[in-house]
Nanobody, 123 residues
Framework: QVQLVESGGGLVQAGDSLRLSCTAS????????MGWFRQTPGKEREFVAT???????YYVESVKGRFTISRDNAQNTVYLQMNSLKPEDTAVYYC?????????????????WGQGTQVTVSS
């Protein structure tokens, strides 16, 4: 069983940057794809970015050029660097792990989820 713990959320102003981290523990010997999703009240969880074990990445169109996903396999950690933040980026951000390394964009592609970290961007 893999446990995921996110950190790095907070309250920032539009145009600022944040870096989210997600550290995995327990059963991390597999080659997982890792993803970031976000959710606002009353809406479905939305794909943000994903990175495969070998480093291939995919992003939702709205964050391309502003967000960068990366990983440190030795540290079992995945990062989401968020630059030029906008109020519409406000959400709870979730980290997820996919043991099949499919680098999918759907929530059902992922087997394990963190508890989420709040990101609030004020205008």
């Amino acid at each position: 069983q893999v446990q995921l713990v996110e950190s790095g959320g907070g309250l920032v102003q539009a145009g600022d940057s944040l870096r989210l981290s997600c550290t995995a523990s327990g059963g991390t010997s597999g080659r997982y794809a890792m993803g970031w999703f976000r959710q606002t009240p009353g809406k479905e969880r939305e794909f943000v970015a994903t990175i495969g074990w070998s480093g291939n990445t995919y992003y939702v169109e709205s964050v391309k050029g502003r967000f960068t996903i990366s990983r440190d396999n030795a540290q079992n950690t995945v990062y989401l660097q968020m630059n030029s933040l906008k109020p519409e980026d406000t959400a709870v951000y979730y980290c997820a792990a996919d043991r099949s390394n499919l680098v999918g964009r759907r929530t059902w592609s992922y087997d394990y989820w963190g508890q989420g970290t709040q990101v609030t961007v004020s205008s």
